[in-house]
């Protein structure tokens, strides 16, 4: 965990992981260009759309009161998330936003938890983290539909796939459904839920 200036290119601290990795930025805003850096933040998820490998992104705020805005975006390495970060393109829109943000916290992570998790920061206005119970619930959604579509399908291209013994055939869902849930199921599944995600508790009334 870092803190950076918003215009360095570099932009994150340097990862190398095999796997999909997900970036996650709080971002602090100044209070008197909300409205530019709203269309600044979706100006570069726009453009890191474009970038091959990309999986997926989303920002969210505390509430409407907050300067600090909860980012994420993912990629399907390593390699393709630094061709990203150190672009041309990237390095000019951080610098078209520097005057608009405050300052900034950069996280990566691998895996689904990247998809939950806000980054560890002092700061009284950083997002609210999803519950575990909300967690669960998300990958539960993702995974049941994903997993009955898979068996129907292998009944389906694979004859006497019902007579498959156990452990080859939860060898190949596994195989299957893994990278399927990480590339494709989860990050959909959270971009849909993410308002109920990072809904905070009501507070108590008295």
Request: net charge neutral.
């Amino acid at each position: 965990m870092s803190s950076v200036p918003p215009g360095n290119a570099a932009g994150a601290p340097q990862a190398r992981p095999t796997s999909s990795v997900t970036v996650s930025v709080t971002r602090r805003v100044e209070p008197t260009r909300i409205q530019e850096a709203t269309h600044w933040a979706q100006q570069g998820m726009d453009l890191a759309s474009s970038f091959p490998g990309f999986l997926g992104s989303g920002w969210v705020r505390a509430n409407a009161d907050s300067l600090s805005w909860h980012m994420l975006y993912r990629f399907a390495t390593a390699e393709l998330l630094d061709a990203w970060e150190g672009s041309p393109e990237r390095a000019h829109w951080l610098i078209d936003g520097h005057d608009l943000i405050l300052d900034a916290l950069v996280e990566k992570r691998t895996g689904i938890e990247g998809w939950f998790e806000a980054p560890q920061t002092d700061d009284v206005d950083a997002p609210f983290q999803p519950p575990r119970w909300k967690q669960a619930v998300s990958i539960g959604l993702g995974f049941l539909p994903s997993n009955v579509a898979f068996t129907l399908l292998a009944v389906w291209l694979i004859p006497g796939w019902g007579s498959v013994p156990l452990f080859p055939k939860i060898l190949i869902t596994t195989l299957v459904m893994a990278p399927a849930m990480t590339f494709l199921v989860m990050p959909w599944v959270t971009r849909a839920l993410r308002p109920w995600l990072y809904r905070g508790p009501k507070p108590r009334g008295g």
